[in-house]
Every structure is written in C-alpha cells, then in structure tokens.
C-alpha cells in the first residue's frame, strides 16, 4: 500500500527577529518531526530554505522520508537533508504543479504569491488544505480577504485553520487517508478560479515584467522584450493585460512611444513591490555573507 503524500509550503525566507517568522520555523519544524515519525507519510516540500528547510530538518531528525520538488533542471540544487530531490523541469509558477498533483493533502505557513497560487491549485482540484494561523502572509488572508475567490475557497469546506502542530497533523493525515481511499480523479471536481490578480502574475513572463518595471521604473514595450527575452508581440498583449487590471501605468511620451512603469496606488501592486524588495534584499544579504 503506498505512503501517504503530504505537502507542506510557505515562506521562504524566516528572519528568526521576527516574532511571527519563528512561530512559523518552530511550528514547521515541530510539524515535520511529527510527519515523520508516522510511518506511512511521505513529505513533500519545494525549496531549501525557510519553512521548506525547517519541515525537512524535522522530518530528518524524525527518521521519516521527504521529498524536494525543485524548480529547474538540476537535482543537485535540492536540499541535502531530503532524501529524494527531484527536479522538476518547470521554472516560475509552474514548477509548483508537480508538487500540488502529488500531494493528498497541503499545509501552507505563511507564504506569499508563489503560497497563494499553491493554495488556489490544492482547492480547485480538491484537495483539502490545513492553514497555520499564527504565520500570517497569504495563507492567512485565505479567512480574512474579501477577494471573492477567496471567499468561494472559504464556503468549499476545503480549508481549514489550525493552531498547533498536534491538530494539523491529525486533520491533515485524516484528509490524506480520506483522499487516498477514494482516488478522487483530479478531472471531476468542481474547479475554483485563483483570484485575478494571482493569476496574472501567476505567469512568469507577466511577473518578470512586474520585477522589471520595478528596478528600472519606467520601460518601452521593445525596452522589456529586449530586456526578458520575450518577443514584442507577447509583451504587447501582457501589458494590456496588466494595464487592464491597473498594475501599471501607461504615458505617451512627444515621439508617440509608450511608457510603461507600476501603479502604485494599487494595494496589491504595493504589496507585491514590498515583498519582492524584501526577497531581493535578502538574497542580497545572503549573497554578501
């Protein structure tokens, strides 16, 4: 009989300074030493640091099995204490799919964009996902945004918000085992749409002119093709994508060429900036170390 596939995601980076961060470490890693002591789950994490490093060590210390769906090509960039690290051949976004297919049930801590869009793909294809609700990030706007999509997870009766390590394992090896005794087909469900805006940047190339747009302010359409390597004619069509949503702004300059830079007077895009700026921060940080 196969093992149960439980997967755990959430933020990347944990500043243990921060109060809320290392609730969000201590928790992961208590949920991982109690994961892998039951003999029948397997882990599944996706990344080396953060709550995917801290779920791992557990796990490790635990004797029990883990797994590391990792972005790209390359195996070898997985994390040293998971016994399994597969590469998965997809960059952005997409890398996440093999891991949600996977798993019979998901735990999100914390997170940001990359958690949202894990989340949003667990429920709509019907899996059952269990919050930490001390984390914060965008699980937890899961019970607190009037995003109607969010809304709609809210009323599936597929998420649910726990306090405790003890209490998420429990409903999170009970929802396993229920998933796994049925096989639900992934192809029958009800599906539930991501919320607008997590869908758009849910594309790497719309996101990558997002993080472009950020660092040089202001761009031409030929200035990002350029720039990504993406042909005109896409970025043409993601720009009005994103300016039809109100992520960016466009101007004409005297020679009838158009400008493109970021909105900032939209909360999500001012969110979005902040946490890209921490996240390039900290890499910084960690590169200068």
């Known amino acids: 009989m196969r093992k149960l596939q439980i997967a755990v995601v959430g933020s990347k980076n944990l500043d243990m300074d921060v109060e809320q961060d290392k609730s969000a470490w201590d928790f992961s890693y208590k949920l991982g030493f109690a994961l892998g002591r039951t003999l029948n ?12 490093e801290a779920v791992t060590k557990g796990v490790n210390d635990a004797g029990g099995m883990s797994a590391n769906i990792l972005p790209g090509n390359y ?3 997985g994390n040293e204490l998971s016994h399994l690290n597969i590469a998965s051949t997809f960059s952005g976004n997409e890398y996440c799919w093999p891991l949600i297919y996977s798993a019979d049930c998901l735990i999100a801590i914390g997170g940001g964009t990359e958690t949202g869009v894990q989340i949003s793909l667990a429920v709509d294809l019907g899996l059952h996902v269990v919050i930490f609700s001390k ?49 639900k087909r992934i192809d029958v469900i009800t599906k539930i749409e991501l919320p607008t805006h997590l869908e758009l ?8 002119i997002i993080n472009a747009l950020i660092t040089k302010k202001t761009l031409s359409p030929q200035e990002l093709s350029d720039q990504l390597k993406i042909p005109l004619a896409m970025v043409q069509a993601y720009l009005e994508e994103l300016d039809s949503h109100e992520m960016i702004l466009a101007k004409k300059t005297f020679a009838e060429e158009h400008l493109f830079s970021i909105n900032m007077d939209n909360q999500f895009v001012r969110k979005l900036v902040d946490l890209i700026s921490i996240t390039q921060s900290k890499d910084e940080d960690e590169i200068g170390e």
Request: net charge neutral; aromatic share 6%.
């Open 135 to 183: 984390a914060g990030g965008v699980s937890a706007s899961v019970f607190t945004s009037l995003e109607p999509a969010f809304q709609k997870m809210r009323s599936s009766q597929l998420v649910y918000l726990v306090d405790n390590d003890e209490e998420a394992l429990e409903r999170a090896k009970q929802f396993a085992q229920d998933r796994a005794k049925k096989e």
């Open 41 to 52: 789950i397997v882990v599944l994490v996706s990344g080396n640091t953060g709550v995917a």
């Open 75 to 77: 195996k070898e960039e």
């Open 201 to 208: 940047i849910s594309n790497r190339n719309r996101l990558a």
